[in-house]
């Protein structure tokens, strides 16, 4: 059993900057992928964005590669969504999750993570 809690949103005006975390307790936090989704309000869960177990490698949705980065510390068992230029349309709720380790390859999809966090309000003001 893995729990994740979201922190970190809130209210920004466009251009702005926040950090989400996403702090891990249970199994071995390194042996879980970690993703970020969201929702933006009346649309379906979308991919963000995703770190593997050992930090060695991020992928991106095209909507936020160069303006949003993912990071972890396995020590801490905590994982990062650093956005940097936000839009209006990054307003959603943000959800961190975890895979388990051997499906790396399912990343993009929602259905396959594990384990999911209560999500946190993201709003961009114009």
């Known amino acids: ?14 251009g702005g900057s926040l950090r989400l975390s996403c702090a891990a307790s249970g199994r071995t ?13 009346g649309k379906e869960r979308e991919f963000v964005g995703a770190i593997w177990g050992n930090g060695g490698s991020t992928n991106y949705a095209d909507s936020v590669k160069g303006r949003f980065a993912i990071s972890r510390d396995n020590a801490e068992s905590t994982a ?6 936000l839009k209006p ?3 959603a709720v943000y959800y961190c999750a975890a895979l388990r380790w051997n499906k790396y ?8 993570y594990d ?3 209560q999500g946190t ?6």
Not at 3 to 14: H, K
């Open 121 to 126: 309000q993201v709003t961009v003001s114009s």
């Open 29 to 41: 936090f390194s042996a879980w992928h970690m993703g970020w989704f969201r929702q933006p309000p």
């Open 105 to 112: 390859d399912q990343h993009m999809r929602p259905g396959s």
């Open 80 to 85: 990062y969504l650093h956005m940097n230029s």
């Open 1 to 14: 059993q893995v729990q994740l809690v979201e922190t970190g949103g809130g209210l920004v005006q466009a």
């Open 115 to 117: 384990y999911w966090g």
């Open 89 to 91: 349309e990054d307003t």
